[in-house]
């Protein structure tokens, strides 16, 4: 299974930390970018039940919106568990292990509407602790026009959890980005296959929907948590995102559904 395509270095550690985002430029080789493709156009014909949330359509276009394919998608799995995401975790992070969190694809066909409504995970995933980041990697070129996601630079730093956020529409917790871009610190990125852009769990991101007329705009988030994080029940967050676990609150993650997918070595620990 591939690994990195190049180290991270000190100024994005910097970045992620400062700013609660960073653009990974050139991380991935094409062989990871294509298991990925693979993987989502995989999902994608095996996406059965799809719900509202999940999948729309308006005419020809369609967001969709998946999630948990490591648990029925060997090559997926693979990815998520042996892939470059937990080395990159690890290094943003710091700490000395890594547990898998969970993931989620995005896609939007061309001429798609719907916009991802700015919004924060931190919101509706049931942990607390301050080492959590969302891998989101691209497996399409992506511009501001197709659907660039855009980031609210610092705002995982005040602390604050916006409870009960929705993807699909304005979240009442948070003020109205979308319609004062300019009010507020927004970061977005034009990302090309390979590479990714990695955010604190605690940042407010959203995107709009994907205005081209020919790209589609196909990506991965996934999830990884450092040692600090324990498990943390949400009384609102919703059905699709609870995890069937025995964990408890304050509880390590551990177990098959978080497993442990990187360990500092003892080495590493000397030097
Ligand atoms: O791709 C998108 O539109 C949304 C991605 C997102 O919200 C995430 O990765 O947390």
Redesign the pocket.
Known sequence: MTKLARQITRDEVAAYRHAGVVLLRGVLDLPAVNTLRRSIDQALMTMQDASPEQASSAGKSTVM?DIGLAARLREFRRFTLNGPGPEIAAGLLGGDQINFFGD?I?V?EPGTRER?AF?Q?AGYFEIAGEQCC???IPVDPVTIES?S?MYWRGSHKSGAIYPGQV?AGQNAELPDIESNLDGFDIVHFDVEPGDMVV?HYRTV???AGNASRYQV?R?A?L?YCGDDIRFQTRSWTPGQFRRNTSLKDGDPLSGTDFPVVWRRRTDQQAA
């Open positions: 919106f989620q995005f939007k991802t919004h995970d969302v891998l989101w659907g996601m993807i955010h991101h959203g995107a705009r990506a988030s999830r």
